[in-house]
């Protein structure tokens, strides 16, 4: 069956298979590409063994806990079936534990529930016992070794989401096929409790609209796209943030020359050379800096709790283009690294958003964003906030112009900045104070040295 593959998403398109009919497959062996709201998703295969039947074709939208493809397990190594009569728990110890899948259920532990298959879809009898959720863990296990005790079944968005809220999953019932918690149940649980927190959820953004266009015939004067996917998860998301968050733009032209300068020196250095260092590394570098003075742009608002919730790190989101649209991974701790480590870390989310591994994972958590619309050679723009963050920043391009130095019109390197942020969070003063800091540091990459 299809796996919840992140954030409780109901359903994820086909993009292709990688397997076909007839094909033998080793455990873990990749045998799909499934598209959700967030990103591209492999899929491995849970089993050895032959396929027998795929249940959906490329461009098909899959529900969570359709079937999706049956194998034939059979050999002297393969599990033999249960019999009807036998319990749900000797079934289950049949089930291989695969990386990725999570352990199978064990017991009356969590009451059996029935998946939504496919509508009309046949189960072959190997694939009616298979537990099919992206949920990594293994089972823990008591000192008792007749009394297995297996960590509650969720994937790594939702327990990262009950981490954030302070609810143990141990506690929370499970309403998902096959026992598995979803992201409401970990609601519903906070709710009840009076758990506050809420995670934030970075967005990405569209895919080109080519991508989804129906095949048209000469003469058509419209073309129709069907609204799904990425597409359709980033505009709700807009939507919700820009009517949620009151938005707030304001901008500031900076001469640049010294980061610039700073930037052709380093590449010069043989030691440096293949660490890349651009500008998007010394603004991701500066608004680090600048967050640690202003921390109210690193914070989010907690409508439910009435509470302003204040980070003490930079998850720091990084727009990056790719064939599908642009996509928003975030660096870990960003506050950490040295300018090097940015650049690198930088250019290896890149790299793997262009090949279409950026995991939902990378895209979560993330508290305050840069987008370079610079390199579209765009000068400026109001970019909205991803929801649940405080502040993004657009870096324009680097033009050279006339500009004032030091008493004199010189041809200096001068880019703009526009930073848009919540203004229940932030005020015009913060705003502007921040974003004057990060100027500071890119007119002298050397104020980086006094500042902390």
Do not use: C, Y
């Given at each position: 069956m299809l796996p919840d593959l992140g954030e409780g998403l109901p359903e994820a398109e086909l993009v292709q298979w990688m397997v076909a009919e007839g094909d033998t497959v080793t455990l873990n062996q990749t045998i799909a590409?499934?598209?959700?709201?967030?990103?591209?998703?492999?899929?491995?295969?849970p089993y050895a063994g032959t396929v027998t039947a795929l249940h959906a074709g490329a461009g098909d939208v899959v529900m969570v806990g359709s079937v999706?493809?049956?194998?034939?397990?059979?050999?002297?190594?393969?599990?033999?079936?249960?019999?009807?009569?036998?319990s749900a728990e000797e079934s289950a110890k049949a089930e291989p534990n695969l990386v990725g899948y999570g352990a199978a259920p064990r017991g009356s532990a969590r009451p059996q529930r029935r998946s939504r298959a496919a509508a009309g879809a046949h189960v072959s009898s190997s694939s009616d016992t298979a537990v099919l959720e992206a949920a990594p863990h293994d089972a823990i296990h008591l000192a008792e070794p007749d009394r297995p005790l297996e960590r509650p079944r969720s994937t790594p968005p939702v327990r990262l989401h009950a981490k954030q809220l302070g609810v143990d999953l141990a506690l929370v019932e499970a309403t998902g096929a096959s026992g598995l918690i979803t992201r409401s149940d970990v609601d519903a649980y906070a709710t009840r409790v009076g758990a506050s927190l809420t995670a934030a959820v970075p967005t990405a953004q569209p895919e080109p609209i080519s991508d989804l266009r129906q095949p048209s015939t000469p003469g058509e004067r419209t073309t129709r796209t069907p609204i799904r996917g990425v597409r359709k998860h980033?505009?709700?998301?807009?939507?919700?943030?820009?009517?949620?968050?009151?938005?707030?733009t304001t901008f500031l032209t900076v001469d640049v020359t010294a980061t610039t300068e700073l930037i052709a020196s380093l590449k010069a250095d043989r030691s440096l050379q293949e660490h890349k260092i651009g500008v998007m590394a010394v603004a991701a570098k500066a608004v680090c800096l600048a967050l640690a003075r202003h921390p109210g742009l690193n914070s989010r608002w907690d409508d439910a709790a009435g509470e302003i919730v204040e980070h003490h790190y930079v998850n720091l989101g990084i727009a990056a283009a790719t064939g599908?649209?642009?996509?928003?991974?975030?660096?870990r701790d960003a506050q950490d690294l040295t300018l090097v480590e940015l650049a690198d870390a930088i250019r290896g989310l890149a790299e793997t958003a262009r090949a279409g591994k950026t995991s939902p994972a990378e895209m979560m958590g993330g508290t305050f964003s840069i987008t370079n619309v610079g390199v579209f050679g765009v000068d400026a723009g109001t970019p909205i906030l991803n929801p649940?963050?405080?502040?993004?920043?657009?870096?324009?391009?680097?033009?050279?112009?006339?500009?004032?130095?030091?008493?004199?019109?010189?041809?200096?390197?001068?880019?703009?900045l526009a930073l848009s942020f919540d203004h229940r969070l932030v005020d015009g003063e913060q705003g502007s104070r921040f974003l004057v800091d990060v100027a500071d540091v890119l007119r002298e990459p050397g104020r980086a040295m006094l500042l902390r």
């Open positions: 590409e499934v598209e959700t709201a967030k990103a591209v998703v492999e899929l491995p295969s999706l493809i049956s194998f034939d397990i059979g050999g002297d190594d393969a599990p033999a079936p249960a019999p009807a009569a036998e980033t505009a709700d998301a807009m939507v919700r943030s820009a009517f949620t968050a009151p938005h707030v599908r649209g642009l996509v928003v991974p975030n660096i649940g963050e405080a502040g993004i920043l657009a870096v324009g391009a680097v033009r050279r112009q006339p500009w004032e130095h030091r008493g004199e019109i010189a041809l200096r390197d001068v880019m703009t």
